[in-house]
Structure formats: C-alpha cells, structure tokens
C-alpha cells in the first residue's frame, strides 16, 4: 500500500505571525497549491487523510478532502518538532493499511525518511519543498521504496481562472481592526465570484486606538511589513489588481493619514479609507448578492473589530446606513480589559450599547425589515461555537441563522469564563477566544434592542462587496 507523505503548502511567514503558531494559515499561493495537490492525489484514492494539528496543514489537505470526500484526521505524532521515531511509526502503521496521505512539516518529513532508509532517497540533501510529497511503496520484496512529486499551480493564471474570458482576478486587502484579510478571487461581469485564495492576519489594531489614540511606532513597523507580504502573496496567485480598503482602525486613530500613506507606498496603489456609510453600503451589497434578498427589505449588521455597522435596504437600494463605535475588539478593551469577564462588565456593556443603539431602533422598526443579516468575523465565531463547528473545516452554510434564544444562553455561560474554559469549548475560536464574552453580548444587545428574533449568517462581506463595487465601476467606465 503506498503512502503520501506530504508538507504542508505555503503559508503566512512566521516572521510576522503573532498568534498560534499552529494557526497560521495558507496564503493565497498556498490555497492554489492545495488544489493542484489535490488534482495530483485524486486519482490515487487514498482512504484516510491524516494531518499535523496545524491549521496549515489540514488547510493543504481539505480541496483533497472535499473532493474525495473524506474527513481529515488530526494527528499529533505529525506535529512540528514530532518525535522522529514516533512518526515513522504513523507512517508504517499507514502502510500496511493505504493508500493513505500524510500531511506534516519541514522538519518532520527529512527525519522519518532517513530513519526509514527507503530506496530511492539519493545520498545528498532530502528534498521537502513546501506543496511537495514522497510517494512510499513496498515493492514485491518487501523493499521500501521512494519517490519525489512537486504538484506545482500552472504558471499561467488565467489557465486555472473560473468563468469566461471577461472574468477577471482580483485581489482586496481589508485592513480593519481586529485583522488584514487578503481574498483573491475571480470576478465574472454580473457579479459572480469565485475565490481563489484567502489569507488573513490578526493585528488588532483597534485595540490601540480608543479615543482616536496613534497607532504606536511598533504595531505600525508590524502592519507595514504584513501589508509587504500580502501585496505579494496577492501578485503570486495572479490578481491582476490590488484593491486596498481601510476601516475603522484606519479612519479613527491619530496618526491616520501618515499611516495610510506609508500603507500607500508599500501596496503600490493608493488605500481608499471607508467612511462609516460607504462601509455599509459595501456590505449590503455583499449580503443582496450572497443571500438573494432583492425583492426583500433587509437590515445587514456587521459586526467588527472596531465599528458596528447597520444598513436598510431593498434590491439594490440602500436606504439608510449608520456606523456605531461598538466593534468587539473596541469594547473589550474599553470596558472589560480582562480574560475573565465579570456580570458587572457585561451590565457596563449591555448598558453602553443599548444606549447606542436606541436611536437606530425606530429607524429599523419603521423600515420593517422581513430578513435581518449579521456579518462579520465574531458573527461567524458565534455561529462555529454555538454549533460545535471546528475552524477550518467549520464553513458556515448558505442558510446558517443564530436564535435570539440560543445567544442569550451562550452569552449568559461565557460571563465568568476563562480563556482555559472557553478554548475547550467545541468550535471556539482560538483567535477570538479573549474578546467572544464581549461580542456574544453586543450580539445579544442588538437582537434585544433592534427587536430581533432571529438573523441569517453571512460569510460575504465588505471584502466582497468592494469586489462587486469595482466590477460595478469598471462596466460604467467609458473603453
């Protein structure tokens, strides 16, 4: 039986990285080649698909995944700095039962193939370039065998693009305040889109910069270095254009336009700074295409880092838009400044933000909206947890809702938790563990105040929306 051993495709440097390192993802490239992986390992028809823990690694493995379909099994014994003898025993265990495909590191894959002596490895250095496997066989003799494949994505773009000839591959940077999130798809005329690559980086900007602070020298020198590599990633998967979008992080902090412009200059192209109300207007245009509401009044909410934002509208009309300072990353830091939230910081919380969104409440109320859709990473974090849906395999459905019920028993459990108690709940997110007590009540708040018994999740937002934006700009541009 053979047996695939396979490193992980390119990931986010981990130079720049500051969260867990086991949560580093694929960068847009890497994302093109796990499906060239996949396209080469799909006719082998492996029966188990066994990864590292490492959100890289299993990110490589699920095009294979979902195309076979096969569900993907966390290993520890293929971690990063596994015991060599101990991963060379997965590997023997696989053989007797393959064809399996083994997903693991640099530093693993040399080591369980010098300590296995197959034939075929060569005298020199062992190859293990990132995207690549060695292919483990025994032969008639029951002689361990060894052979190199490097899948690589076609050097052509356009040989890998969806749609027809108009379709066009861009990439959108949205440097908001809790993260930089890079998505590379391709983007036919009548809105279509088909995402290529999507990466995404936590900075948490927001948190430093209550009361229109400056972003300190340091979180700067750190975002301008990850911007340097996101404008390359988004080059290397073949976007023909960069569309850089700031938010609120960007519009409020002190030293903002200094800021912007050295963003500016390192991306190659100017950044367009996103009002509150352009914001909103980008994001319903994202939720009416994702979810199919023209005919329908609807209110889109996205919830983010820094800023709520709120919209009204029908088909392609907004009617109102409002931009609230109620993001999660904002009000944690404001107002709870702790791992452990007491009843007292979520009273604080609930009170703050109901007071905020009193004035809005007519507005919705008198719009009468049939459909309300929440947007954004802590909506998305909250539907995962509420449903027990493990990040990456945890991919929100096109009818996911949340309950006005569930999130008020959810946000009730998380007040007193802490992080050791949260990040062993099934489906928790490790990157929005410290800040979930707060967004699960600003959520809460917002059903209660807005009269809410109930909103659709939406995984499109202000990226995609200000991908049909310029698709939109382009087609009324005179040739």
């Not at 694929?26 to 799909?42: K, N, P």
């Not at 073949?238 to 960007?250: C, F, K, M, Y």
């Not at 009617?319 to 791992?339: C, F, I, K």
Request: charged share 25%; with cysteine.
């Amino acid at each position: 039986m053979a047996v695939y051993l396979l490193r992980h495709a390119k990931a986010y440097s981990r130079a720049i990285w500051i969260e867990d390192d086991r949560l580093r993802p694929l960068t847009a490239f890497g994302d093109m080649q796990s499906r060239s992986i996949a396209t080469a390992l799909v006719s082998e028809h492996p029966l188990r698909l066994i990864s590292s823990p490492a959100v890289r690694c299993a990110q490589t493995l699920d095009p294979l995944s979902r195309q076979m379909p096969l569900r993907i099994e966390l290993e520890p014994r293929l971690e990063e700095g596994a015991d060599p003898v101990a991963a060379a025993g997965v590997v023997l265990e696989e053989l007797d039962q393959g064809p399996s495909v083994l997903c693991s590191h640099g530093d693993v894959i040399p080591t369980v193939l010098r300590r296995l002596r197959p034939r075929g490895l060569g005298d020199g250095p062992i190859a293990c370039k990132k995207g690549s496997f060695w292919r483990l066989e025994r032969d008639r003799d029951g002689e361990l065998r060894a052979t190199y494949w490097h899948p690589r994505p076609s050097p052509d773009p356009g040989a890998q693009r969806y749609g027809g000839r108009d379709t066009q591959r861009l990439a959108v940077l949205d440097m908001g305040s809790s993260s930089f999130h890079l998505l590379v798809a391709d983007v036919e005329p009548g809105g279509a889109l088909h995402r290529v690559g999507r990466e995404r980086v936590m900075l948490r900007l927001g948190a430093t910069i209550v009361d229109g602070a400056k972003i300190p020298a340091a979180e700067v020198q750190r975002a301008l270095e990850t911007v340097h590599q996101l404008r390359a990633d988004a080059e290397q998967a073949g976007a023909s254009r960069l569309l850089p979008v700031a938010t609120a992080a960007l519009r409020e902090a002190g030293n903002s336009a200094k800021f912007v412009a050295r963003l500016s200059d390192v991306l190659g192209t100017p950044v367009r700074v996103l009002s509150g109300p352009e914001e909103a207007r980008l994001i319903f245009r994202a939720l009416q295409q994702r979810l199919g509401l023209h005919g329908e009044r609807a209110l889109g909410i996205d919830l983010g880092g820094g800023s709520l934002e709120l919209a009204l509208g029908q088909g392609e009309k907004v009617a109102w838009e409002n931009s609230l300072p109620l993001g999660t990353v904002r009000l944690h830091h404001a107002l709870v400044g702790r791992l452990r939230m007491k009843r007292s910081d979520a009273a604080s919380l609930r009170e703050l933000v109901a007071a905020e969104l009193k004035p809005c409440a007519p507005v919705v109320r008198d719009y009468g909206p049939s459909a309300g859709v929440l947007i954004g990473g802590t909506g998305r974090a909250l539907y995962r947890l509420l449903n027990g849906l493990s990040e990456p395999y945890g991919r929100i459905p096109i009818d996911a809702r949340i309950e006005r019920e569930e999130l008020r028993e959810l946000s009730e459990f998380l007040v007193g938790t802490d992080l050791a108690q949260r990040l062993s709940m099934p489906g928790m997110s490790a990157r929005r563990a410290d800040v979930m007590p707060a967004g699960a009540i600003i959520v809460r708040q917002l059903f209660e105040s807005l009269d809410l018994d109930s909103v659709a999740v939406c995984d499109w937002g202000v990226r995609e929306g200000a991908l049909l934006d310029e698709i939109r700009r382009s087609e009324a541009r005179p040739d």
